[in-house]
Every structure is written in structure tokens, then in C-alpha cells.
């Protein structure tokens, strides 16, 4: 019934067998020609394409399309060979700057002020004075400076490897950069160490691109000058979000609208439709043109060239570009009299999407747009049949009372059928449920189908009318602040949403079986026993988690990998939880609490901590707590009083997280007697003395648990080691002081805690060149096991009381060395 269907599934299952196992191209060319005969013989002999016999070509297919993407040949002469190798980088104490020349490619896309541009490498400066390269560079701005595409720039920067942090369950941000074709990153922090040398003009293309990047300037001046919520409307007709404040990004992420902030298949979706209402109006006042031609297919096929313009004007990010696709594809299959098989339309618009990029199926934006409308196409129809039951239309009333029931009815069930379908989705993406979402929505939607063709006649009327385009503009901007006022006082409501843990795989089988057996609960009898059969397996799949997966009987010590900082899981063999130090980066708004740490413990179904540990507040331990703090909401919050925990600046800020989530706050004069929790006791050994100050007051916790000792040591210098070694017992795993500064861990100190196991905490080529080499020689000679969380990912210690086992996220080391995984126990510790 719909062909295209399954060989679309057996395209996309390729792409994942392909990007898993890189299989060698001819092997895969060799096999799609032998798998593709059969069907090709049945074609020929019956006339008619069977899906069944596609299946495994189109598998094969996708294995071969994604393979240039996921196993990529580069050049000798690529940018990421002249990345400084282990030797330069021990010469030069830390990873070089190097000097480049290149072409931007795309607009910058701006975060936290800093622009981001992609570059195509041309030359390069080595040993032997410049060299032709080739590659692109994902290269990080200065806040203030502007370039554009097809400027000519030379820059001197650190040249990197993407690299994901190493944890669990983390977000792959090197596979999308790879997929991308980007295999080197570089960051520039000031403005004379980039400039532009010139600009590339050959080229008809490149030229059309100019004249749309300065209609896009000059777009973006007219609504600054113009609007008071600019920033949105600058997202909404040229996808710039730059201007977007963080509070209205979060109010609109609360209410599950935040789709509307940037362009996807909405927004193109409404101009598509605005535009083809129009150009059918007007067709229908030419009544020579609507005896002679189909007015609605010519107003189809006329809707096309706007709706491109609008991509064009967008800057053709890739979400706006797969949308725009996907309409025309929508258009033209109506065209041709195949509209009405929305299955087999979906199918075709996601088979030549991912033909032209395979790796699009990794992008959120692709995943959300074709669930929304699968979930349309699948369980709007059955809704509708529901809600006519449940509401049947009365005779007596009024045609206009009907035609608005009728309208917010069906607006309702749409929002509620894509809301359905994207639901697991967001999530798994975005650990959120937003419970005001579906009232949102039907305001928000109705809204923006509004203001975006406002915007689009505002742009269009500034090019030769500025005061009627300023007053078009005046009317989508007042539409805006209506609509961002009203998700405000959505977001605002109490549990408008609420964060979650990651779901699995198996979770979101069985929601989307639970979902197709609802309903249809009443057209097959086998789903009125199916639905609750599923129902009571997603309570004990909750059960499991809730209970039996927490109550393992071990004790498990996490280092999580937070780049140059630091933070600790413990979980309790009973269940509780403590998290020591949240991480954080100096002169970066990037938020490690919020994009490391708490994905970590989502996906490991963590939804509250019972312990928040603060070391010492200095950024790289305390500036990720503020939004764990309200996030998992801790009972108690423990540090070493060094500060006005409710004083302003950022250890203020969190002070004001932790009252609002209620928690207790200790210092060490409160817990110097020892703490008892699920059978492991916890004791701070420091600061109790006084007289220590700065790194050197960093609380230190002991945690006993059977004969299994950890110690975690903070930023502590050899003073506060001095000050505690002669309590210290025999340890079996040390938390390394202060990332593996040469001023920490001294002979003295590891003589008395001869630790077998020895953690450090450090970011990937930081510019202090941490851990020092002196420091791991100390722990070399001490006999001590080192893992670090630069090289070995997330470090997991897990103990029964008597033996501990050390396993590290990553299976080989950045650098090429193997990283360990031993099983060691406290009799054989030096």
C-alpha cells in the first residue's frame, strides 16, 4: 500500500549498520549489485517495484552512502595532520598555536556572544614556511567580531581533534563534527589573532551568496532599529537566535515551544501555506485562468519559489534546507495526484533527504520534523474518530459555533498528535516533559502563523517602503510580546514542566507500542489487551529502576570527566547519592552542571541527589552546582564555609538554588564526627584546623566502606597534606589534590596513604599542563594505578567492601595508549 515505506526503514537501518562497522566500499558495491537483481528481474517481469525484494538492497544502500561520512579517507596534506603530535606538545609544555589560512564557508552561528564559523583550509605554516592544505576547521570567534562567508581570513590558534568528554551516555559531538567533515577545531580569544586578507568573489554562486548575506545585514539592522523584541524576529525570518536571552529560551523550552525560536518545518510550513492561499485567491479572480488550468495545483507549484526564498533568507541552515525539501517534495507529489498517500510522500522526502546527507539522521531537528508528521498522518485520524464520538455535532447550533469548535478541535488534535510522537524524542534529547505544552502550543502556533508572514512582508516592504514596512513590523512585534507573554505565564506555572531521566531504547519501543495501541483501542480487539499489557511493563520497567537497579549491594565511585575541573558520583549500595564538585570553566558561559554532569546522571536514572559537596568555591568545582542544585534538588549541601553563601555573585546565586530546593547546608565543624550512609561511613578529615585558606581549605572526605578506603582530596597543597597524613589510614583509591599539580601529592603524604588505585582529574591538553610529569612520577613510585580523566574518559570505581574494580569510559586513549582496567584488592596495596 505504501511502496516506499519499507525500503525507506531498510535505507535508514543501513545507514546505522554502516556507521557502526565501516564496511569496505567494493564489498558493499559488490553486494548491493548482487541483492539489487532480484527485484530488478521482478520489475521486469511483473512491471510493478516490490518492496519486499528492495529490503536488502536499499539496506546495502544506505551502508554505502553513509560510509564516505562515518570512514572517511583524508588527504596526506589535511589540516588534521598537521596537528601537533605528543612530542611538540611536551616540548612546548602545552599544545602550540599555529598559523592558517583559509576561506569561511558558512555564516557564524553565534553562542554566548562568540561567533562559529567553518573554514576551508588553504595553507598552513610549517617547519618548511607555508604548505598547501586542505580540510575544514570549525573555528571560534572573538565576542565583537564579524566575518562572513567567502572571506579570506588567516588566523593563529591551538588546533585540536574534536573530542567528546568520555562519559556515558554523553552526546557525540565529535561524531557529528566528523559527519560533517570537520576533523579540526580551533579556538581564536583575541581579535588580532584573526584578519581578513581578502575576499573570495569568482564565481556565480558565490556571488549570489553575497547579495544574500547583505540582504540578510541589512534584514537584521532594519528590525534592530525597528523592534523591541528584535532578537526573536531576527530567529524567525533570518534565523539569526544571537539575540535571544537565555530566560526566554528557557520559557519557551518549559512549554515545549520552543520550536518556533528557530526555523524548521513550522515556519516553512506556514509560509508554504500563506503563500498558497494568496496565489489562489488571486487566480481564482481570473475566471478565463481557472476554466483553462487546475488553479490549485499551478498555486502549489507557484508556493515553491517563495517558500526557497525563505530557506535562501534563512541562510539555508540544514534544518531550514531539509524542510524546505520536504514541502516542495509535499507539493509536488500533490501535483502529480499521489498527495493524498502521506506515507508514501514522507517516505520519499526522507529517502532523498538522507540520499543527499545520511548524516542528517542524527540531527535532532530531522528526528523531531518526522516523528511530528508520522504522528499526524498516524494518530490524528484516530483521534478525530474518537473526539466526533465523544462530541458529536449538534444540529441546533449555530454554523459559526460550529466552525470554531470545529477549528480548536482540530488544532488540538494536531498539536496533540505531533506532541505524541515528539514526546520521547525531547526527552531523550532534552531530559524534559513539558506538562503545559499542549495548551502552549494551541496559542503559541496560531500566533506564529501570523507573525512569520508579517515578517516576510515587513523584509520584502523595507527594501523600497520603510515607514510602511516599519509599521508591518510594528504589528508582528506587538503579536510576538502577546505571544511571549502568554508562555511566559505558562512557563511560570507551578510543574509546567518537569526534567527526566534518559529513556532507553526499550522505553521508547514501548511508549510508541503503547501509543499505537491506545489508539486503537477501538478498531482491533487485541489492543483493549495489549494497552494495559504495555502499560503494567513500563510500571515495572519504572520499578526496576526505581528499586532494584539502585539497591545493587556495591558501592560505585564515578570521576565524571568535566573537562579542566572536577566531579564525583557516589552512589550508595542502598540508593543515596553524592555528587563532590560540579565542575566548571574559566571565562565560559558553557555549563558543565547542565551539559555534562546532569546528562550523566539522567542517563544513569538519577532524578534527585541526596548529597551536594562543594570542595571549595572556585569556578572549576562550583560553577556547574547552581543548576544541578535545582535540578535534583539535594537534602544536604556540605562545604567549607570559605565565603557568604548568601552574599551576591555566583556563590550567592547557588546559595539561592539550594534554599529554593531546600536543602540543608553543613560546613565541617557540623559533620567532623562521621556520617553513616547505607552502611559506608563518611568522615571530613579537613578543613578543622584552622589557619588554611584558599586551595589549601578544600574539604577533604574519607569514605570507608567495609576494608575499601577513598579519599577525596579537593585542590589541597603539601601544607593541608602535612595536616592530615599522620590520620590518614592505608588508602585503596585516591582522588589526586588540584588535577596533578606538582604543589600537591608529596612523598610524605603518599607514604602514609600508599593509595593502590589514584584518580586525576584534567582536562584534555589544559594549559597548565596537567597532571605535572613530577607528580606522576610520585605516584608511579608509590605503586599507585593511575587513571586520568583526560586519556580514560570517566573513571568508574566500583566495591563490594573487600575487592574494587576500576573501569574507564574510553576503550582506547586519545593518545594511543590502552587504558586500563584492573580488579585490585585492598591486601595486594602497596
Known amino acids: ?53 528492495a529490503a536488502v538492497p536499499f539496506v546495502v544502500l544506505g551502508a554505502l552512502f553513509i560510509h564516505p561520512y562515518s570512514w572517511p579517507r583524508l588527504a596526506p596534506n589535511h589540516i588534521r595532520n598537521y596537528i601537533a603530535g605528543p612530542e611538540e606538545r611536551a616540548a612546548a609544555q ?94 581564536v580569544s583575541k581579535p588580532g589573532l584573526v584578519v581578513r586578507t581578502g575576499e573570495i568573489t569568482a564565481g556565480a554562486l558565490r556571488r549570489a551568496w553575497r547579495v544574500v548575506d547583505e540582504a540578510r545585514a541589512g534584514i537584521r539592522r532594519f528590525i534592530r532599529a525597528n523592534a523591541l523584541n528584535a532578537g526573536a524576529l531576527n530567529a524567525l525570518v533570518i534565523g539569526d537566535g544571537s539575540g535571544l536571552s537565555p530566560a526566554l ?44 488550468y487546475n488553479v490549485r495545483k499551478a498555486a502549489l507549484i507557484a508556493c515553491i519559489a517563495p517558500v526557497v526564498i525563505y530557506g535562501v533568507l534563512a541562510g539555508l541552515p540544514v534544518s531550514a534546507a531539509r524542510a524546505v525539501l520536504m514541502v516542495c517534495i509535499f507539493a509536488v507529489s500533490f501535483v502529480i495526484n499521489r ?103 494551541l496559542v503559541a502556533v496560531p500566533l506564529v502563523t501570523l507573525i512569520v508572514p508579517l515578517l516576510l512582508a515587513a523584509a520584502a516592504t523595507s527594501l523600497v517602503w520603510n515607514g510602511l514596512a516599519a509599521a508591518v513590523l510594528f504589528c508582528a512585534d506587538t503579536l510576538f510580546s502577546g505571544l511571549a507573554a502568554t508562555v511566559k505565564a505558562f512557563a511560570g506555572l507551578p510543574y509546567s514542566s518537569a526534567l527526566v531521566s534518559t529513556p532507553t531504547p526499550l522505553e521508547l519501543a514501548l511508549y510508541y507500542v503503547l501509543i499505537v495501541s491506545a489508539v486503537n483501542m477501538k478498531r482491533a480487539r487485541v489492543f483493549v489487551w495489549l494497552t494495559p499489557v504495555v502499560a503494567l511493563v513500563i510500571i515495572g520497567d519504572w520499578g526496576y529502576w526505581s528499586y532494584y537497579a539502585r539497591h545493587a549491594g556495591d558501592l560505585k565511585v564515578t570521576f565524571v570527566s568535566v573537562g579542566q575541573g572536577e566531579s564525583a558520583l557516589v552512589e550508595f549500595d542502598h540508593g543515596s547519592t553524592m555528587l563532590i564538585d560540579g565542575g566548571g570553566f574559566y571565562n565560559s558561559e ?55 553563601i548568601n552574599g551576591p555573585g555566583s556563590l550567592g ?30 568522615s571530613v578529615l579537613h578543613p578543622i584546623e584552622p589557619g588554611f585558606e584558599g586551595n589549601d581549605a578544600s574539604v577533604v572526605l574519607l569514605i570507608e566502606y567495609g576494608k575499601v578506603i577513598l579519599l577525596f582530596t579537593g585542590d589541597i597543597g603539601q601544607a593541608a597534606e602535612a595536616a592530615i597524613e599522620r590520620r590518614l589510614p ?24 600508599a593509595p593502590a588505585v589514584a584518580v586525576i582529574s584534567a582536562g584534555r591538553s589544559n594549559p597548565f599542563g ?61
Open 1 to 53: 500500500m505504501h511502496p516506499l515505506f519499507l525500503p525507506f526503514l531498510c535505507f535508514i537501518s543501513g545507514i546505522l549498520l554502516g556507521d557502526a562497522f565501516g564496511f569496505s566500499v567494493k564489498a558493499i558495491s559488490l553486494f548491493f549489485v548482487i541483492s539489487a537483481l532480484p527485484s530488478v528481474f521482478l520489475f521486469i517481469l511483473r512491471r510493478r517495484f516490490h518492496p519486499a525484494a
Open 94 to 187: 602545552a599544545l602550540p598555536s599555529q598559523d592558517v589560512e583559509g576561506v569561511i564557508l558558512s555564516a557564524a552561528t553565534t553562542a554566548g556572544g562568540r561567533g562559529r564559523v567553518i573554514v576551508e583550509a588553504e595553507r598552513i605554516m610549517s617547519g618548511e614556511g607555508w604548505v598547501e592544505t586542505v580540510g575544514k576547521v570549525a573555528l571560534t570567534l572573538p565576542e565583537g567580531l564579524t566575518l562572513r562567508p567567502n572571506d579570506r581570513i588567516r588566523f593563529v590558534a591551538r588546533l585540536r581533534e574534536p573530542a567528546n568528554f568520555g562519559n556515558p551516555g554523553e552526546y557525540d559531538y565529535k561524531g557529528r563534527l566528523n559527519r560533517e567533515g570537520v576533523f579540526v577545531t580551533a579556538g
Open 249 to 292: 529560551r528557557e520559557a519557551f523550552a518549559r512549554t515545549s515551544t520552543a520550536h518556533i525560536l528557530a526555523i524548521s518545518g513550522l515556519h516553512v510550513g506556514i509560509v508554504a501555506a500563506a503563500f498558497y492561499w494568496l496565489i489562489l485567491f488571486l487566480l481564482k479572480r481570473s475566471e478565463r485562468l481557472m476554466l483553462a
Open 339 to 441: 498527495g493524498k498517500d502521506y506515507w508514501n510522500t514522507l517516505a520519499l522526502a526522507g529517502l532523498v533527504i538522507l540520499a543527499a546527507d545520511p548524516s542528517a539522521l542524527w540531527d535532532i531537528s530531522f528526528q523531531l520534523s518526522f516523528a511530528a508528521v508520522a504522528g499526524i498522518i498516524y494518530v490524528l485520524p484516530r483521534l478525530r474518530e474518537a473526539a466526533l464520538a465523544a462530541l458529536p455535532c449538534s444540529d441546533e447550533e449555530g454554523r459559526v459555533r460550529r466552525f470554531l469548535r470545529q477549528r480548536v478541535l482540530e488544532a488540538a488534535l494536531v498539536t496533540a498528535a505531533a506532541s505524541a510522537a515528539t514526546a520521547p524524542i525531547i526527552a531523550y534529547h532534552f531530559h524534559r516533559v513539558s506538562l503545559t505544552g499542549l495548551a502552549a502550543n
Open 590 to 644: 558553557f555549563d558543565t552542571g547542565e551539559r555534562i554532569v546532569a546528562p550523566f546522571l539522567w542517563q544513569k536514572k538519577i532524578s534527585r541527589l541526596d548529597y551536594i559537596i562543594l570542595s571549595h568555591p572556585q569556578r572549576d568545582h562550583m560553577a556547574g552546582l547552581k543548576f544541578l542544585a535545582e535540578a535534583f534538588r539535594p537534602r544536604e549541601f556540605w562545604w567549607n564555609g570559605d565565603g557568604d
Open 653 to 682: 546565586r547557588l546559595g539561592a538554588s539550594l534554599a529554593r530546593a531546600g536543602a540543608g547546608i553543613k560546613t565541617p565543624h557540623d559533620l567532623s564526627f562521621g556520617v553513616t550512609i547505607d552502611g559506608a561511613t563518611v
Open 730 to 753: 592505608r588508602i585503596d583509591v585516591l582522588k589526586v589534590a588540584h588535577h596533578g599539580s606538582r604543589y600537591s601529592t608529596g612523598e610524605g603524604f603518599l607514604r602514609a596513604a
Open 770 to 830: 596537567f597532571p605535572h610529569a613530577q607528580t606522576l612520577d610520585r605516584l608511579t613510585r608509590a605503586g599507585a594505578r593511575v587513571f586520568r580523566t583526560d586519556l580514560d574518559g570517566a573513571v568508574t570505581v566500583t566495591t563490594d567492601g573487600r575487592a574494587i574494580e576500576v573501569q574507564s569510559a574510553l576503550a582506547v586513549r586519545p593518545s594511543g595508549l590502552a587504558s586500563l582496567e584492573e580488579r585490585v584488592g585492598p591486601e595486594t596495596a602497596p
